[in-house]
Nanobody, 117 residues
Framework: QVQLVESGGGLVQAGGSLRLSCVVS????????MGWFRQAPGKQREFVAI????????NYADSVKDRFTISRDNAKNTVYLQMNILKPEDTAVYYC??????????WGQGTQVTVSS
């Protein structure tokens, strides 16, 4: 059974930083792409960042480029999202997504990030 557990969310003032983590179990993490998405109240879930299995390919949404950094540690089955210079509009529930080379994607339960102005 594949499980994803996110952590690291919380309340932070604008301009601050947070680091999210997502630990994957029950799947071959090292050959799977990983992504972060977010969903603000009343809005659709949107793409934030994605990283390939070997970290060679990384992409970001324009809204977070130069502020957020995605990384992974295959030895720990963990993907991270370092978020700097946070803005109130970054407030959302953040989800990690695990994309194996074959089969469906898997999602975590989400972690709340709230940025106060």
């Amino acid at each position: 059974q594949v499980q994803l557990v996110e952590s690291g969310g919380g309340l932070v003032q604008a301009g601050g930083s947070l680091r999210l983590s997502c630990v994957v179990s029950g799947s071959i993490f090292s050959i799977s792409a990983m992504g972060w998405f977010r969903q603000a109240p009343g809005k659709q879930r949107e793409f934030v960042a994605i990283i390939s299995s070997n970290s060679n390919t990384i992409n970001y949404a324009d809204s977070v480029k130069d502020r957020f950094t995605i990384s992974r540690d295959n030895a720990k089955n963990t993907v991270y999202l370092q978020m700097n210079i946070l803005k109130p509009e970054d407030t959302a529930v953040y989800y990690c997504r695990h994309s194996p080379p074959v089969g469906p994607d898997y999602w975590g339960q989400g972690t709340q990030v709230t940025v106060s102005s």
